[in-house]
Nanobody, 115 residues
Framework: QVQLVESGGDLVQAGGSLRLSCAAS????????MGWYRQAPGNQRELVAA???????NYADSVKGRFTISRDNAKNTIYLQMNSLKPEDTAVYYC?????????WGQGTQVTVSS
């Protein structure tokens, strides 16, 4: 299996920034997709951003222009730089790993944006 260790969640004021990290370890395939999902109370879990092993990215419309996903393949780590945070961004953020054979989730990290 693949283990995902997340860090970076915090309480910040609107307009502030956070940087989330997710380090993957275990049986990692060279071809994979990693990303960040979030789930607010009462809402479905939604894709925030994803990045392929080749570097292609995809963003939810609500975060495009404010969030940036990146990856360091040598370290098997992805990052989510979150700028201009809004109260609507408040949610538990989950790291996700997908390959041909496996899908794995991190434990989730709480991001709270106060007004």
């Amino acid at each position: 299996q693949v283990q995902l260790v997340e860090s970076g969640g915090d309480l910040v004021q609107a307009g502030g920034s956070l940087r989330l990290s997710c380090a993957a370890s275990g049986s990692i395939f060279s071809i994979n997709v990693m990303g960040w999902y979030r789930q607010a109370p009462g809402n479905q879990r939604e894709l925030v951003a994803a990045i392929t092993s080749g570097g292609s990215t995809n963003y939810a419309d609500s975060v495009k222009g404010r969030f940036t996903i990146s990856r360091d393949n040598a370290k098997n780590t992805i990052y989510l730089q979150m700028n201009s945070l809004k109260p609507e961004d408040t949610a538990v953020y989950y790291c996700n790993y997908r390959s041909k054979l496996y899908t794995n989730w991190g434990q989730g990290t709480q991001v709270t944006v106060s007004s």
